[in-house]
């Protein structure tokens, strides 16, 4: 299907769905469990949703091994050159528009905290929507109280340096078992992770909307039998 609506222009409709109108956009489409992210991947506090395309970066572990530090200047000159290596996609962030961007990370699952406190504000400062990542994320109390948007597979207070290293920036990835292609749409709320093909996903909103409208004409008028007031669950198109 040739695209029609501009990459703001379908952001803003998906922003407004529910990632189950979105996951049942799909199904309709024959893309069953496609794109569907393991449901180890949590977002760090209720009520997180974003969706955006996808940056991608991938973690490997090192083949080299940390050497015990006699000083806290080498500690710091060493986790540096870790941290060198590892946040290469970092640096790369910082050449780039990276404005409604998801940034992805494939770290295979392992518990080091690639994502933390201090640089989810400079992502979050950089425009990007939110960040996914197959590992961990630490300084958790922090980042909620920053309200930096974080899915991830574990929670550490592991670093990455004398772990990880880099492995690749942009490239087709592996995350939560769903394969990642740079500017594949990732989708995020409360219930978990959907990654939409980005030539696939017109076609999967014009069903979640038709599917979002059956769902709010039903509920409202189950709230007006119960004597609910409406909210804004009822008219997310307004």
Not at 11 to 36: F, Q, T, Y
Not at 152 to 175: A, D, L, Q, W, Y
Not at 193 to 207: K, N, T
């Amino acid at each position: 299907m040739a695209t029609t609506m501009t990459d703001k222009e379908l952001l803003a409709k998906i922003r407004k769905l529910r990632l189950a109108d979105l996951s049942d956009g799909m199904d309709a489409l024959g893309l069953v469990n496609v794109g569907s992210m393991s449901t180890e991947m949590r977002p760090l506090r209720p009520g997180i949703a974003f969706a955006g395309f996808a940056f991608t970066a991938k973690l490997v572990p090192s083949q080299r091994k940390g050497q015990p530090c006699k000083t806290v200047e080498e500690y710091f000159e060493a986790n540096g050159e870790w941290c060198s290596d590892a946040y290469s996609f970092s640096r790369q962030i910082d050449k780039e528009d990276v404005t409604d961007r998801v940034l992805v990370i494939d770290m295979g699952g392992y518990p080091g905290g690639v994502l933390g406190s201090d640089n989810m504000l400079h992502y979050k400062a950089k425009g990007m929507a939110g960040a996914v990542v197959d590992g961990g994320c630490r300084d958790s109390y922090e980042c909620n109280l920053e309200e930096v948007d974080v899915f991830c597979t574990k929670r550490t207070f592991h670093h990455v340096s004398f772990r990880m290293s880099n492995g690749g920036i942009n490239v087709p990835v592996e995350c939560a078992g769903v394969t990642v292609n740079p500017g594949d749409v990732i989708c995020a709320d409360d219930d978990g992770v959907l990654v939409i093909p980005r030539d696939r996903a017109e076609e999967v909103v014009e069903f979640a909307i038709a599917i979002l409208e059956a769902d709010q004409k039903a509920r409202a008028a189950k709230y007006k039998v119960l004597g609910m007031e409406p909210d804004y669950t009822l008219n997310r198109f307004a």
